[in-house]
Each structure stands twice: as C-alpha cells, then as structure tokens.
C-alpha cells in the first residue's frame, strides 16, 4: 500500500471516527481512530481524538499515554496538553496537572485567544488551582489554630504561675493576661489574612465583565481589557473602545504584562480568587 492510498484511508477512517463520536458511539470512534493511528501513527491529531474518546469513557490512563505521545509528535499540540492535564489531575498528580493546563492555555491563547478551548482550559485550570488552595488553605488554617491555642495556654500557664507567687497584683496580672491574649489573636488573624476571601481590586479586574483578568491587553487610549471579551466586542459591536469611544483595531491591541504580572502574584497569595461562580 503507498504512503498517498494509507494517508487517504487514515483521513476517512478519522471522519468516520469524528461521526461516531458525534453520536457518542465512543467505542466505534476508539476502532476508527486505532485503524488510523495503525496506518499513519505519526498524525498526532489521531491520538488526541482518540484521547478525547477515552475521556468520555473516563479512562484516564489511555488519556495519558494517548496524549505523551500526540506530545512527543506535536509539543504545541493544545488538546494534548489540555488532556493530559486533566488525566493528571484526576490521578491526583495536582503540580504536574496544573502544569500541563498551564502549557495548554499558553499555547491556546497564541494560536486562538478568543476559542471555546481557551475558556474551556481556564475554567477547568482555575478549579484545579482552587482545590489545590481549598487543600493547603485547610492544612494551614490547622496548624495555625493549633499554633495559636498552644500560645494561649503558655500563657494561662505562666499567668496562674505568676498569680502563685505574687500577692495583691491578681487584677493587675488578669488585665496583662488579657492584653496578652488579644495581642496573641491579632497575630494569628493577620496570619490567616491570604486565606480569607476578600475583594478582587478593581485594577485587577476587566471593566467589562468585572472578573479578574486571565489575558489583559491594553489599548492605545490606556483602558485595559480582558482579551476575547474586547475582541468578541470589536467583532460584534464595533471597531471603537467601548469606554473611550475611540477607534479601535485588533492590531493595536497590546498585552499589559504588568497588570499580567500583577494578577499572578495575587492569586499566588490569594488562591480563593480562582473560584469560579
């Protein structure tokens, strides 16, 4: 068989993959895509297809390996990543997941930033970095109370010592206490102030969905917006800013690295912030 006649059969074996799937005959689709992947194993759009049937089916090890190896065809590859990430996290393989999702979005939002695929790859990035928080944020909020009532009690302690052996001083001695115990809470509030879900500052925040930015551009008049919104905007509204009025062009559209930079490193002290509503 010539390379041309299997590259043909490899192609109609993955349309009728795609059909199968579309009627979510997931198995039907995983032969088809097999046949393909047997006839040309290195098309790497076979084996995230492929990957993305056993997603369906919930089996994440042949997610996983379909994907390293559509990578290992294709570093770029966006739904290699993206799948991969997932299977990762559903093996509890959080900092490598996350990762994996991280690469996806990256690659997502060069190739196309306004695809159902980047929103699809954010949300589920943003749950993983929430639960990864929810995680930690529960470990040290233990460790702090425990911390805390250890303070206290050294306290209590040295109090009733001090109280033995000094007469006459004992309201004196309790409003030390007192003081001392509250000085002791403040400490530990203000340790727990990362954890403690607050408001997103406004800066931080696109004036159009008021959510926090995921990949703020900037435009020439120097409102700052989040990326697909402001391009969805310029594609079906019009090409003006919509807070200035100003005409406005995708190619003037510049990404604001510093607000970038900024939203980073809140929701790396602040990972409440990636709970989505």
């Given at each position: 068989?010539?390379?041309?006649?299997?590259?043909?059969?490899?192609?109609?074996?993955?349309?009728?993959?795609?059909?199968?799937?579309?009627?979510?005959?997931?198995?039907?689709?995983?032969?088809?895509?097999?046949?393909?992947?047997?006839?040309?194993?290195?098309?790497?759009?076979?084996?995230?297809?492929?990957?993305?049937?056993?997603?369906?089916?919930?089996?994440?090890?042949?997610?996983?390996?379909?994907?390293?190896?559509?990578?290992?065809?294709?570093?770029?590859?966006?739904?290699a990543h993206y799948y991969l990430?997932?299977?990762?996290?559903?093996?509890?393989?959080?900092?490598?997941?996350?990762?994996?999702?991280?690469?996806?979005?990256?690659?997502?939002?060069?190739?196309?930033?306004?695809?159902?695929?980047?929103?699809?790859?954010?949300?589920?990035?943003?749950?993983?970095?929430?639960?990864?928080?929810?995680?930690?944020?529960?470990?040290?909020?233990?460790?702090?109370?425990?911390?805390?009532?250890?303070?206290?009690?050294?306290?209590k302690e040295k109090h009733m010592?001090?109280?033995?052996?000094?007469?006459g001083l004992v309201d004196e001695?309790?409003?030390?206490?007192?003081?001392?115990?509250?000085?002791?809470?403040?400490?530990?509030?203000?340790?727990?102030?990362?954890?403690?879900?607050?408001?997103?500052?406004?800066?931080?925040?696109?004036?159009?969905?008021?959510?926090?930015?995921?990949?703020?551009?900037?435009?020439?008049?120097?409102?700052?917006?989040?990326?697909?919104?402001?391009?969805?905007?310029?594609?079906?509204?019009?090409?003006?800013?919509?807070?200035?009025?100003?005409?406005?062009?995708?190619?003037?559209?510049?990404?604001?690295?510093?607000?970038?930079?900024?939203?980073?490193?809140?929701?790396?002290?602040?990972?409440?912030?990636?709970?989505?509503?």
């Open positions: 068989m010539s390379a041309i006649v299997g590259s043909k059969q490899a192609e109609q074996l993955k349309q009728d993959g795609n059909s199968y799937f579309q009627k979510n005959r997931f198995g039907a689709a995983i032969d088809a895509y097999t046949e393909a992947i047997t006839l040309c194993p290195n098309v790497p759009i076979y084996w995230t297809n492929r990957a993305l049937c056993h997603r369906k089916r919930n089996d994440w090890q042949r997610v996983e390996e379909d994907c390293r190896k559509a990578i290992q065809l294709d570093h770029n590859s966006v739904k990430g997932l299977a990762l996290l559903q093996k509890e393989q959080y900092a490598e997941g996350v990762r994996e999702l991280e690469k996806a979005l990256d690659l997502g939002r060069g190739a196309n930033p306004g695809s159902y695929m980047v929103e699809e790859i954010w949300e589920e990035l943003a749950k993983a970095k929430y639960l990864e928080w929810e995680h930690e944020s529960t470990r040290r909020s233990w460790e702090l109370q425990n911390l805390k009532e250890s303070c206290e009690l050294a306290l010592l001090d109280s033995s052996q000094i007469e001695n309790s409003t030390s206490l007192l003081k001392q115990l509250e000085a002791v809470g403040k400490v530990f509030m203000k340790a727990a102030e990362d954890d403690t879900p607050t408001e997103v500052p406004d800066h931080l925040c696109c004036k159009i969905t008021l959510d926090i930015f995921r990949d703020p551009v900037i435009t020439p008049s120097g409102v700052t917006y989040e990326r697909a919104v402001i391009l969805d905007h310029l594609q079906k509204v019009g090409k003006f800013d919509p807070i200035t009025r100003e005409p406005l062009y995708t190619s003037q559209l510049v990404p604001n690295l510093a607000i970038k930079e900024a939203v980073h490193a809140f929701l790396d002290r602040h990972g409440w912030a990636y709970r989505i509503d």
